[in-house]
């Protein structure tokens, strides 16, 4: 990806309005002495105001208008603009001492994916990375994603690891993903309907369910997305309240297979109605609970229990429980029979299979696999959308 053009031009010094000042009464023989007598303000205040030093107020503006016979709409103009470049100039040297933050962001990966553009100069990328994450300083992301740290519920995994900064990128992005989605209040009941009828989905083609499951979804105050992940950050959904009304469901394709894909629409769907709207959930994130010795392993306990009980929530919703049993015993696991079972519950016969190889009573590695399971893939990799096919 080439470099994006530069933000409009900002100069890295700023122009005292009193110079303006010095030009006019310079051009209208005006001494300083003189301009002071005229506005009625003290010799002192009016030299300040040309070196610089003082402001000029809405009150000498005015003075100024009927002195100079400039409108006091450009005096107060002209000190606001001079204010905020000032203020910009502080900005920046205060930035220049903050760009070794951007290490804990993949910020090569935000460019590459088009979430943020490729800036020529560190300050200006610490400033696209800022504005991508909505905080004005890296002290507030600090302590806005710090909490949002703190709040994430990491489930241990051996295999996937995770840099937060790249975690929060992730998660920002469906923030932003979510804005673009209006939503009833959260409704329980109206989102266990919702439910009910998402396992027919299973069985349709992802330009029919991404839709059907995000417009149903949203009318129960639940937002559907699905975000890319980023390189090496090993993520396959999340859960989080956006509000006290509205929660949120952020998916990526992780695995690419229809049954790891819908697993994971219904754990995170178990989490909204379970358990509590303090917690964000970030499944196949590794991490730590933060803190004491006992409040980690009691935290840690809580973890392991939502988990399951999500896992718990996910599959007996897909496939009840005493059906799966008496499937299993009856030990035929053929195509037709794996269909048949599955157009008895109303799902794809993909997710049968994958409970199957899940619980090892089917290996992995089948032929099975081309038949029943499908794959899906990101429609375009430059399809603002999100969408899987």
């Known amino acids: 990806m080439g470099v994006k053009p ?3 031009f900002s100069p890295d010094y700023a122009v005292p309005p009193g110079e303006t000042v010095l030009e006019i009464i310079e051009s ?3 001494p300083q002495s003189e301009l002071a007598e005229r506005t009625g303000r003290p010799k002192k205040t009016i030299n300040e105001i040309i070196n610089g030093k003082a402001a000029i107020t809405p009150e000498t503006a005015l003075q100024f208008e009927r002195v100079l016979g400039v409108p006091a709409s450009f005096w107060n103009s002209l000190e606001q603009n001079y204010r905020a470049a000032l203020a910009r100039i502080a900005e920046r040297e205060r930035l220049e001492k903050q760009t070794d933050w951007l290490t804990e962001i993949p910020v090569k990966d935000l460019v590459r994916t088009g979430w943020i553009e490729r800036r020529e100069s560190l300050v200006e990328q610490l400033e696209d990375v800022l504005s991508f994450f909505g905080v004005a300083s890296v002290e507030a992301w600090r302590d806005v994603w710090g909490g949002v740290r703190n709040a994430v519920a990491f489930r241990e995994s051996a295999v996937f690891a995770s840099e937060f900064g790249a975690v929060a990128a992730w998660l920002r992005r469906g923030e932003l993903e979510a804005r673009q989605t209006r939503t009833r209040p959260f409704d ?7 439910l009910s009828d998402a396992r027919k989905l299973t069985r349709e083609e992802p330009d029919v369910f991404c839709d059907a499951l ?3 979804c949203a009318d129960a105050g639940v937002v559907v ?3 890319r992940e980023l390189p090496k950050l090993r993520v396959c959904g999340a859960t989080r309240w956006l509000s006290s009304d509205r929660a949120l469901i952020q998916l990526t394709l992780r695995y690419k297979t229809e049954d790891h894909l819908w697993f994971t ?8 109605l379970l358990h509590g709207k303090r917690s964000i ?3 196949e994130v590794g991490g730590t609970v933060r803190g004491d010795a006992r409040a980690e392993a009691s935290a840690a306990r ?3 229990e939502e988990e399951e009980e999500a896992n718990r929530f996910a599959r007996d919703l897909l496939i009840p429980p005493d059906r799966y049993r008496a499937f299993v015993q009856a030990g035929e696991f053929s195509v037709a029979s794996i269909y048949s079972f599955a157009d008895s519950l109303g799902i794809s016969p993909g997710i049968v299979l994958g409970r199957l190889q899940h619980d090892a009573v089917v290996p992995y590695r089948t032929n099975l696999n081309t038949i029943l399971k499908r794959s899906f893939r990101w429609a375009d990799e430059n399809d603002e959308s999100h969408r899987p096919t």
């Open 225 to 227: 997305v699905f975000v």
């Open 214 to 216: 995000a417009s149903s």
């Open 188 to 194: 329980a009941l109206r989102f266990k309907s919702v």
């Open 281 to 283: 959930f970030v499944e």
């Open 6 to 8: 530069a933000r409009a």
């Open 28 to 30: 209208l023989g005006i």
């Open 265 to 272: 629409f219904f754990h995170e769907a178990g989490h909204i």
């Open 302 to 304: 809580s973890i392991v």
